[in-house]
């Protein structure tokens, strides 16, 4: 038979009799643990970037901590101006990304909205694609994406707001699952305060469709339209630095091209 003993918590009780450690000792474990937590990021990193997918433009790819976009993370994407609603450039962004991985890739829809035909001009041709309309549903069901094998990619749109815990269990699944997880976010208002609020999202990109430059460079007067231009903004990035590049539209290999003279500025500039 076991008797149990209350312990008193007062002054001078065996409890408040327990010496503190001294301050140097304090100070010492606390400078070993975020020694420890330094070491542990680094390691992830590095394993990361053996994960990543490089957007082939090297200025962006070296604003990038893991030299690409990282696998097995959560990204957000949003188009800028009157584009937020539809998420036209934005879906152009992610589909040219998608165009060079290879693989089936799971695609949440809210509702049927999507000309699925267009992302063959940013080199995702439909027949890669699985697109499950959703409803109000949209984030458990591309949390359930995650649970099935031989994906590359889990794409899902979402109109609304983002919550912090909704964000961190697509991260986690994504971490758990090694696939790439990417969120086109879309607003009925351009200036959706919900669209900046904080989330688990490892990067975030915001494109702004700006003026195609005459067809022929040599002729600025010849009537013709040139290949579409983005203002790519990278608004948030996990261990790195955010950033403002002037890239040529996704064209039908899904790369993009830097327009020269007004890349790799910062955010803040742009």
């Known amino acids: 038979m076991f008797t149990s003993l209350a312990i008193p918590d007062k002054p001078g009780s065996a409890r408040s009799a327990i010496p503190e450690p001294p301050p140097a000792t304090r100070s010492r474990s606390i400078a070993l643990l975020r020694e420890r937590i330094v070491q542990i990021e680094r390691m992830h990193a590095k394993g990361s970037a053996e994960r990543s997918f490089p957007l082939g433009i090297g200025a962006i790819d070296r604003a990038l901590p893991t030299g690409g976009i ?9 188009s800028a101006g009157p584009d937020t609603e539809h998420a036209a450039a934005a879906t152009l962004f992610v589909a040219g990304i998608l165009a060079r991985t290879g693989g089936p890739i799971f695609w949440v829809l809210r509702q049927a909205d999507l000309f699925a035909p267009g992302l063959a001009c940013a080199g995702l041709t439909p027949d890669r694609i699985v697109f499950a309309e ?7 069901v591309m949390e359930e ?5 031989g994906l590359t990619a ?36 351009f200036d959706d305060p919900a669209l900046h609020e904080p989330t688990a999202a490892v990067t975030r990109w915001r494109i ?32 790195g630095e955010p950033g403002s ?13 830097l327009v020269s003279g007004v890349s790799d500025r910062s955010a803040q500039a742009a």
């Open 70 to 78: 990282r696998l097995g993370a959560l990204h957000e994407a949003v």
């Open 134 to 140: 959703a409803g109000k549903d949209v984030l458990a």
């Open 145 to 149: 994406g995650f649970r099935h094998a």
């Open 154 to 189: 889990v794409v899902a749109e979402h109109t609304g707001r983002l919550s912090l815990v909704a964000s961190r269990r697509l991260q986690l699944a994504a971490e758990q699952s090694g696939i790439l997880a990417i969120l086109i976010r879309r607003s009925p208002c």
């Open 208 to 239: 702004a469709a700006l003026p195609s430059p005459p067809a022929l460079a040599h002729a600025p007067d010849t009537p013709g339209l040139g290949r579409a231009r983005w203002r790519l903004d990278l608004t948030r990035c996990r261990g």
């Open 245 to 257: 590049w002037v890239v040529e539209a996704c064209d039908a290999t899904g790369r993009l091209g």
